[in-house]
Structure formats: structure tokens, C-alpha cells
């Protein structure tokens, strides 16, 4: 068991049976009151950040992640399959552990999926991927007033807000967190 002095930013821990990740850990001596630790954590499951106060020395469980870069195939129905790029062996990924990004995933790009106790806990994906455009209706003349943007449909079958010049075949740049046009890629 490690104490509440090992905790840091980015570490895994198992918070009332649920795997929390550290976001910011501060240490407290409030004048003549025992030290404590103020931590704010991310529940991997649901995505919530809680707050929590330990007590100084307080034992903690942190939990070991299994990580690895993997291939990501095809969607079968609501799941993604991925390639283990070193033992060539398959595994479906619920959709939900991927989140609205994974309308961003094209065939053959590599990912880093974590494993607990050998089952997927979370899929980190490129933060900006490059997408060919395959439909995109004419922008209208007079619209340029302000930053005017158009829906463009993408290689994966996302939708994108990108601008008004913005043609079928360009390769956009797309930031797979919250899906933005970033920029038309120089190629």
C-alpha cells in the first residue's frame, strides 16, 4: 500500500472501488491543524472530477495500468476492433470507452489503449488527425460577413464545422477531442 505522499498528477488510484485518476494534488498545514492533502481526481469510468481530502499519511491503493499500441481495424457494429501491433491478436473496444473521437479514427491509424486486470479501460487516440473531405456543399456568395462555416462530411463519416472555402477532396486537420477544423493541410 502506498500513502498519501506518493500521490501525483497522472497517477491511478482506487477510490471507493471505482479507478480515479490524479488531476492535482496540493499539500495543506492549516495553522494548528493536522496536514491533510487536497486532491482533485478524475473516475475513469464516468469521467466526473470529485474532490477529496486525505489525511497526511493516509494509505491509498494505486492501481498499475497495462498500456500498448494498437491498430485499429474496423467498426463492428458499436464496437472498434484493433490490431495488437506486436502479437498480432484482435480486440473489441466498446464504443462508450472511446467516446465521440472515435468517429475520427481512420483504418490503420495506431492508438494507445490502457488495460486493468485485462480488460480496456481507456483509448487515447492522436490529439489531430488528417481527413480527407468527401462532401461539401458550395458555400453561398454574400456569406463572408463573418467567420461563416459549413457542415463538411469527412473520410471516417464525421460531420465538421470548417469554413466556407473549404472543397470536397481537401485534407483537413481536425483536433479528435473536440472535434474543430484546426486547418486545410498543406500538402
Request: overall charge negative.
Amino acid at each position: 500500500m502506498a500513502t498519501t505522499s506518493d500521490l501525483k498528477s497522472g497517477v491511478i488510484i482506487n477510490f471507493n472501488n471505482d479507478l480515479h485518476s490524479i488531476v492535482a494534488v496540493e499539500h495543506r498545514t492549516p495553522g494548528n491543524l493536522r496536514a491533510f492533502y487536497q486532491v482533485k481526481m478524475k473516475n475513469l469510468k464516468n469521467g466526473k472530477i470529485i474532490e477529496n481530502r486525505f489525511r497526511s499519511g493516509e494509505e491509498v491503493k494505486i492501481e498499475r495500468l497495462e498500456s500498448g499500441t494498437y491498430q485499429f481495424l474496423y467498426k463492428d457494429g458499436e464496437d472498434f476492433v484493433f490490431m495488437d501491433n506486436e502479437s498480432y491478436e484482435q480486440i473489441n473496444v466498446p464504443a462508450e470507452f472511446i467516446g465521440k473521437s472515435g468517429g475520427f479514427i481512420k483504418e490503420g491509424e495506431s492508438v494507445q489503449i490502457f488495460f486493468h486486470n485485462s480488460k480496456p479501460l481507456s483509448v487515447e487516440i492522436p490529439p489531430h488527425v488528417y481527413l480527407k473531405v468527401i462532401s461539401a456543399p458550395p458555400g453561398v456568395k454574400g456569406d463572408t460577413a463573418t467567420n461563416a462555416t459549413k457542415v463538411v462530411t469527412v473520410e471516417t463519416g464525421a460531420n465538421i464545422n470548417a469554413p466556407l472555402f473549404i472543397n470536397e477532396g481537401d485534407v483537413l486537420r481536425v483536433d479528435t477531442r473536440t472535434g474543430d477544423y484546426i486547418e486545410r493541410a498543406k500538402l
